[in-house]
């Protein structure tokens, strides 16, 4: 088995615990054109010429860290810091440039990207969801009221998702995801758009997944969603671990840096 790298206080039991997702030494680069504008005296009739040339962003930078069944993690730090990046790379969407990750299953990404289908009405949505996650129709039907009255969205479901709040498709994306329940589900930001009543309901359904031994990632710049949340806190800074372990301790230390 794989060394942890986390502080002894985090670890607690971690002894006896599964490991879940193991992240080691990961480096994530991105190559991108960057396009500059180059106006020069030899350009005829003031055109600009755009030149281009690679650049490439070193977004993670060695990232370490183990996560147990029943850890819900709280990922925290500045704006392109690489919480999101991190996160991709354990659902594997983005690859590695170096280093491993394990995971004992699929993870699960409840993203601003989810595939739902904006003419579809809201209605359609769930059954397709549904469908997506691997439930039969008859087993969405079961569940067809518990979605909507979750999402909290019933005077509109019949109505064409292109028509819904950017609050109001997320509380909807939010309550199809979370009727199977996840192993490892990552959750990116989906809750910042929803109003406190449904930050509250979601947090509830989050601490569910954790008790039912699933293992949970929130980023999220609300912390606090992460203290109600999280039991261990991962802060990460320009692609660098920066602290990881108890969330009122790492937040303090964030906190002190802003
Ligand atoms: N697809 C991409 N192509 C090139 N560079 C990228 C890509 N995605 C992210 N980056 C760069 O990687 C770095 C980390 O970005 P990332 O989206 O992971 O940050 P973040 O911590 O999620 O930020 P935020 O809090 O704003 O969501 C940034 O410098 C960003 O510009
Ligand atoms: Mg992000």
């Known amino acids: 088995m794989v060394a942890s790298?986390?502080?002894?206080?985090?670890?607690?039991?971690?002894?006896?615990?599964?490991?879940?997702?193991v992240v080691q030494d990961l480096h994530v680069e991105y190559r991108v054109f960057a396009t500059g504008k180059r106006a020069t005296e030899a350009d005829r009739g003031g055109l600009l010429r755009r030149a281009k040339r690679t650049r490439t962003v070193h977004a993670l930078k060695g990232i370490s860290f183990t996560a147990y069944e029943?850890?819900?993690?709280?990922?925290?730090?500045?704006?392109?810091?690489?919480?999101?990046?991190?996160?991709?790379?354990?659902?594997?969407?983005?690859?590695?440039?170096?280093?491993?990750?394990y995971a004992s299953s699929r993870p699960s990404m409840l993203g601003v990207g989810a595939a739902l289908i904006k003419p579809l009405s809201g209605q359609r949505n769930v059954i397709l969801g549904g469908l997506a996650l691997g439930f039969s129709k008859a087993e969405i039907e079961e569940r067809y009221e518990e979605i909507v009255d979750f999402a909290g969205i019933r005077p509109f479901i019949d109505l064409p998702m292109r028509t819904y709040s950017s609050g109001m498709t997320a509380r909807l994306?939010?309550?199809?995801?979370?009727?199977?329940?996840?192993?490892?589900?990552?959750?990116?930001?989906?809750?910042?758009?929803?109003?406190?009543?449904?930050?509250?309901?979601?947090?509830?359904?989050?601490?569910?997944?954790?008790?039912?031994?699933g293992t949970v990632f929130l980023v999220s710049h609300s912390m606090q969603s992460i203290r109600d949340t999280c039991n261990r806190v991962i802060w990460i800074e320009k692609g660098e671990l920066m602290m990881d372990g108890d969330p009122d301790e790492v937040i303090a230390a964030y906190e002190e840096t802003r």
């Open 5 to 21: 790298t986390e502080s002894p206080e985090t670890s607690g039991t971690a002894e006896e615990r599964r490991p879940v997702v």
């Open 70 to 101: 029943n850890d819900s993690i709280g990922v925290i730090g500045s704006n392109g810091s690489g919480k999101s990046t991190l996160m991709r790379a354990i659902t594997g969407l983005t690859p590695a440039t170096r280093g491993a990750i």
């Open 173 to 213: 994306k939010f309550a199809i995801a979370t009727i199977r329940n996840h192993e490892i589900l990552i959750v990116d930001e989906a809750l910042a758009v929803g109003d406190r009543k449904f930050r509250k309901r979601s947090e509830q359904r989050i601490r569910e997944i954790r008790d039912n031994a």
